[in-house]
T-cell receptor, first 116, second 115 residues
Framework: NAGVTQTPKFQVLKTGQSMTLQCAQDMNHEYMSWYRQDPGMGLRLIHYSVGAGITDQGEVPNGYNVSRSTTEDFPLRLLSAAPSQTSVYFC???????????????FGSGTRLTVV | AQTVTQSQPEMSVQEAETVTLSCTYDTSESDYYLFWYKQPPSRQMILVIRQEAYKQQNATENRFSVNFQKAAKSFSLKISDSQLGDAAMYFCAYRSANTGNQFYFGTGTSLTVIP
C-alpha cells in the first residue's frame, strides 16, 4: 500500500545513546518533514526537505540531524538522546503545491520515544 | 512565520448533535491552503478536509464542513450528526503556497463525544 512507513513504533533509549528513526515513502513526494508532538504543544517541525539532497531546519532542530540522499528516504538521527527528547515523532510527506490535486500531508504512524 | 491558533483546547458534544471547532490564522499571503486533521487514540493523523484560499465556496466532506472566512482569517470545522468515532484530537493546519510550501499547525482541540 502506498504511504509513509515509519519505524520503529516504540523505542526506549538511555540518556546519551544515539539512534535513527527511519521514514520511507513510495509516493514520489518531494516534500518530507519530521515533527515532534508533545502534549499541549501541537506538532512542531524539526527538519524538512524539499527534495533529494536538500534539507533545512524547522522550529526545534537542536539535537537532531537529517539527510535526504534519495526521494524515498528521510531518516532522523538523534545524536545524544536527552530526556527532553521524549516525545511522539511523526514523519510526513507531500507533493509540492501545483503538481497534483492532493497536496496535504500523508503521515507515518508515529514513533513513541522515551529517553530515560 | 505564519501562526495558527486553536483557542479551544477541549470540546465536547452529545452524540448526534453538531459541534464547531475554531481555528484562526495569521498571514500576509493571499494564496494558501487550509486543512483539518483528525488524530484518534490510534495516533494516526488523518486528513479530514481541505480548503483552497482562492475558492469562495466552503469545502464539505459528508458530515464535515468548514466555514472559511478569508478576510477574518478564520477556518472553523463543523461536524454534524456527531458519532462516537469522531472523538479525537483535531488539528488545524495552514500551508503556504510560497515560502517553501511549509505547513503550520495549531495546538489542537480534543473532542469528546458523549453517548
Amino acid at each position: 500500500n502506498a504511504g509513509v512507513t515509519q519505524t520503529p513504533k516504540f523505542q526506549v533509549l538511555k540518556t546519551g545513546q544515539s539512534m535513527t528513526l527511519q521514514c520511507a515513502q513510495d509516493m514520489n513526494h518531494e516534500y518530507m518533514s519530521w515533527y515532534r508532538q508533545d502534549p499541549g504543544m501541537g506538532l512542531r517541525l524539526i527538519h524538512y526537505s524539499v527534495g533529494a539532497g536538500i534539507t533545512d531546519q524547522g522550529e526545534v532542530p537542536n539535537g537532531y540531524n537529517v539527510s535526504r540522499s534519495t526521494t524515498e528516504d528521510f531518516p532522523l538521527r538523534l545524536l545524544s538522546a536527552a530526556p527532553s527528547q521524549t516525545s511522539v515523532y511523526f514523519c510526513a510527506s507531500s507533493p509540492p503545491i501545483g503538481r497534483i490535486a492532493n497536496y496535504g500531508y500523508t503521515f507515518g504512524s508515529g514513533t513513541r520515544l522515551t529517553v530515560v | 512565520a505564519q501562526t495558527v491558533t486553536q483557542s479551544q483546547p477541549e470540546m465536547s458534544v452529545q452524540e448526534a448533535e453538531t459541534v464547531t471547532l475554531s481555528c484562526t490564522y495569521d498571514t500576509s499571503e493571499s494564496d494558501y491552503y487550509l486543512f483539518w486533521y483528525k488524530q484518534p487514540p490510534s495516533r494516526q493523523m488523518i486528513l479530514v478536509i481541505r480548503q483552497e484560499a482562492y475558492k469562495q465556496q466552503n469545502a464539505t466532506e459528508n458530515r464535515f464542513s468548514v466555514n472559511f472566512q478569508k478576510a477574518a482569517k478564520s477556518f472553523s470545522l463543523k461536524i454534524s450528526d456527531s458519532q462516537l468515532g469522531d472523538a479525537a484530537m483535531y488539528f488545524c493546519a495552514y500551508r503556504s503556497a510560497n515560502t517553501g510550501n511549509q505547513f503550520y499547525f495549531g495546538t489542537g482541540t480534543s473532542l469528546t463525544v458523549i453517548p
